[in-house]
Nanobody, 115 residues
Framework: QVQLVESGGGLVQPGGSLRLSCAAS????????MGWYRQAPGKQRELVAG???????DYADPVKGRFTISRDNAKNSVYLQMNSLKPEDTAVYYC?????????WGQGTQVTVSS
């Protein structure tokens, strides 16, 4: 079991940037991969980006070239740098293992992109 706590969300104007952080209660090296997911109002939760234990990454098409996922194993943390934000990026962002574990969802952090 692991507890995941997301932070760093907020209100940002289109074109702006945010950096999300995810702190795990234990070692993330136990898992093959870690990911960031998001859920917009009225939509299903979707994978945004994933990073393997070895550092390989994968991104959803809408965020490629704008978002960067990274991890710090020593700090048991995962990050999501989001640049050139668009209104359609508005959602609650969650971290979880990749693929996700149903029992690991946290509260998420709200990201709102609006002028």
């Amino acid at each position: 079991q692991v507890q995941l706590v997301e932070s760093g969300g907020g209100l940002v104007q289109p074109g702006g940037s945010l950096r999300l952080s995810c702190a795990a209660s234990g070692s993330i090296l136990r898992f093959n991969g870690m990911g960031w997911y998001r859920q917009a109002p009225g939509k299903q939760r979707e994978l945004v980006a994933g990073i393997t234990r070895g550092g390989s990454t994968d991104y959803a098409d809408p965020v490629k070239g704008r978002f960067t996922i990274s991890r710090d194993n020593a700090k048991n943390s995962v990050y999501l740098q989001m640049n050139s934000l668009k209104p359609e990026d508005t959602a609650v962002y969650y971290c979880n293992t990749w693929p996700f574990h149903a029992g690991f969802w946290g509260q998420g952090t709200q990201v709102t992109v609006s002028s």
